[in-house]
């Protein structure tokens, strides 16, 4: 856990080892022989910081790769599969409850640092090559149809876990037919409340789903877009447990 925090440091990123478990509502991690990260905050400021549990050893968690401009590293986790309670709020009983869940035994590997102002833990997708750099990790979260679509445009813009690609004509099309649906100030991706990414206007056709104007989320910068842009999101792996804060890529 040593050389992690000093990769982190490397990174500037602040890290604390948390040997006891990561705070969870008003309890803990049971079960501390698990490795575990989120995302923790201090002081007036919440501040935030990386929060590790370094669970008993019998793993092998290691950094890959830092880049120190961006504040990013790209980390390998490999650990048996091992049963852990998280206490979550039960809103049906209105207080914390504890939840069975399980480690996943398969390796992992994981985008964590900095984006614009805000930190991520994310876990790559997936492949037959994983990524051992920083600029393959970012490679590895682009889907398809942005790596088709970066060899003819240079206006693809992305927000978090958003990619924003421009429409195509026949795209436009199926958008004018859709008119009547076109909804203002809008959660992408269904989502609602103060972390969702909100689209100035949003329609949803045959096609896909598309936006324009602006799109707005309290972690990032405004994204202005003055025509029709398609939606896609990244291809970070949802499935597995990374940390009690559930905090995703760049979100």
């Avoid at 022989?33 to 919440?46: P, S, T, W």
């Avoid at 309290?218 to 877009?225: G, K």
């Avoid at 842009?229 to 499935?239: D, L, S, T």
Wanted: charged share 25%.
């Amino acid at each position: 856990m040593q050389d992690l925090k000093k990769w982190f440091d490397w990174a500037g990123l602040e890290t604390s080892i948390i040997p006891g478990g990561i705070p969870v509502g008003n309890g803990r991690l049971s079960g501390p022989a698990i490795f575990a990260m989120d995302i923790g905050h201090k002081g007036r400021q919440q501040r935030e910081f990386f929060r590790i549990c370094p669970g008993d050893g019998t793993f092998d968690v290691h950094v890959i790769d830092v880049d120190t401009n961006l504040h990013q590293v790209v980390m390998f986790v490999r650990e048996p599969e091992r049963t852990f309670t998280e206490t979550v709020w039960d809103p049906d009983q209105k207080k914390y409850v504890g939840k069975t869940r399980r480690t996943p035994a398969a390796a992992r590997t994981l985008l964590v640092g900095k984006d614009q102002t805000h930190l991520f833990i994310a876990q790559l997708p997936k492949g037959n090559k994983p990524a051992n750099t920083v600029k393959e990790a970012h490679r590895a979260l682009k889907p398809g149809l942005v790596h088709q679509r970066e060899s003819t445009t240079s206006r693809i813009k992305r927000q978090g876990e958003w990619f924003f690609i421009p429409a195509t004509p026949v795209e436009e099309e199926s958008i004018a037919t859709e008119k009547a649906m076109i909804t203002r100030h809008c959660g992408i991706g269904n989502r609602t409340g103060p972390r969702a990414h909100l689209a100035e206007e949003l329609v949803t056709t045959r096609l896909g789903t598309f936006v324009r104007g602006s799109i707005r989320h309290p972690d990032h910068r405004p994204v202005e877009l003055h025509s029709w842009f398609r939606v896609v999101a990244n291809r970070e792996e949802q499935r597995s447990w990374i940390g009690a804060a559930g905090v995703r890529w760049i979100d």
